[in-house]
C-alpha cells in the first residue's frame, strides 16, 4: 500500500520556520492504529489524515495525531491541510470552492483561503466551539511545569486558568519577556498534576511588544510528545476570546498578532481575532501564511 504525502510550514513566509505539519491527503483504508503509527514515525508535533466527509456538504473528514495521540482539534494542522487540499485542486485546475469544512471530532471547522493575487498562500479558521473558561490552576504547578519562578507569573489580568474552544490549554501571562526566554518544561510535573484530559499543554505569553507583534508566546505539551510547539492556533484562538472577554467593553473586535516559535529556532506569526458584541464573546479566528516544503509517498 503506498500513501502520498505532503509536508508545509504553517504559520510562516518563510522555509524552515513556522510550524511543519504531515498532510494525506487521500487516507482511505488506514486504520485508527496505522494512522497512530504514521504520526509517530513522521515525530512532528501533527500529522493529519483526509478522509471523505460523511456530510457531503463538506469539504473532508480530517483526523489529527500528535506522536502519541489523536487530538479534537487544533490550529496549525487545519490551517496546513486547507493550504494543502486547496494547492493540489488549484495545480489539477480545480475549482476551490470556499469556504472549506472540515468534520472533526470537535465539530465542524470552517477555513477561508489567504491569498496573494491568485496565489493560494495560507488560510484562516473559525474557532469550532464557544471560548469556554474553566478551573484556574494554581501559581506552583504552573511554574513547577514550566521551571519558572512564581514571581514570574502576571495574575493582574488573570491568574493561570484552564480555557478551551476545542482543546484545552492553561494559558498563563508572564511579566516579562526574558521570564518566557527561561522556561523549560518538566514533563514529570505535567505527568502529576496537568495530564492531557485537564489540558493538553500550559501556553505562556507577554505582553511585551516585539516589532508589530502585540504577544510573544510558547506552549508546552510533553505528555503528547511535544516537548514544545512551534505555533499553536487552538490555544492561542482561545487566549484571543480570553482577552477580549476581559476587556470592559461591551463591543469590541480584538485583532492580534503573536509570535511564537522564536526560541526554538522556527519564528511563527499568528494573526488571531477575537469579537465581541453585548458582552459576549461571539466569534474567534485564527490564521496565518504557509510554505510548502515536501511531496513523497509511505509504503504500508
Known amino acids: 500500500m503506498q500513501l502520498d ?15 511543519p505539519l504531515a498532510v494525506l491527503p487521500d487516507a482511505r483504508g488506514l486504520t485508527t492504529e496505522q494512522m497512530q503509527s504514521i504520526a509517530a514515525e513522521f515525530n512532528l508535533a501533527e500529522t493529519t489524515f483526509v478522509l471523505p466527509p460523511k456530510n457531503a456538504a463538506h469539504t473532508a473528514e480530517v483526523r489529527i495525531f500528535t506522536p502519541r495521540a489523536e487530538m479534537p482539534f487544533a490550529g496549525h494542522p487545519n490551517i496546513g491541510t486547507a493550504f494543502v487540499l486547496a494547492t493540489l485542486d488549484s495545480s489539477r485546475g480545480r475549482t476551490v470552492g470556499e469556504p472549506l469544512l472540515f468534520e472533526e471530532k470537535a465539530g465542524l471547522v ?18 469550532p466551539q464557544s471560548l469556554h473558561r474553566g478551573d484556574d490552576v494554581s501559581l506552583d504547578t504552573v511554574a513547577a511545569a514550566c521551571s519558572i519562578g512564581v514571581s514570574d507569573i502576571e495574575t493582574a489580568n488573570h491568574p493561570p486558568c484552564i480555557a478551551s474552544c476545542g482543546v484545552p490549554f492553561v494559558l498563563t501571562e508572564l511579566k516579562t519577556r526574558s521570564a518566557l526566554a527561561a522556561a523549560r518544561a518538566r514533563a514529570e510535573i505535567f505527568s502529576e498534576q496537568l495530564r492531557p484530559d485537564r489540558a493538553i499543554g500550559i501556553l505562556l505569553y507577554t505582553m511585551e511588544k516585539a516589532g508589530d507583534v502585540d504577544i510573544q508566546a510558547r506552549m508546552f505539551a510533553p505528555l503528547l510528545g511535544v516537548a514544545e510547539d512551534p505555533a499553536t492556533g487552538s490555544a492561542n484562538v482561545a487566549l484571543a476570546g480570553l482577552l477580549a472577554s476581559l476587556r470592559s467593553a461591551p463591543d469590541l473586535t480584538l485583532q492580534l498578532r503573536i509570535a511564537q516559535g522564536v526560541d ?23 490564521g496565518g501564511k504557509c510554505v510548502p516544503m515536501m511531496r513523497g509517498s509511505l509504503e504500508l
Do not use: C, H, Q, Y
Open 264 to 286: 526554538m529556532g522556527r519564528p511563527s506569526l499568528l494573526e488571531a481575532t477575537a469579537e465581541k458584541r453585548d458582552g459576549r464573546i461571539t466569534g474567534m479566528w485564527i
Open 110 to 127: 470552517k477555513l477561508d483561503l489567504i491569498r496573494d493575487g491568485t496565489a493560494i498562500v495560507g488560510a484562516r479558521l473559525a474557532a
Open 5 to 19: 504525502f505532503v509536508t508545509v510550514d504553517v504559520f510562516t513566509d518563510r522555509r524552515f520556520g513556522g510550524n
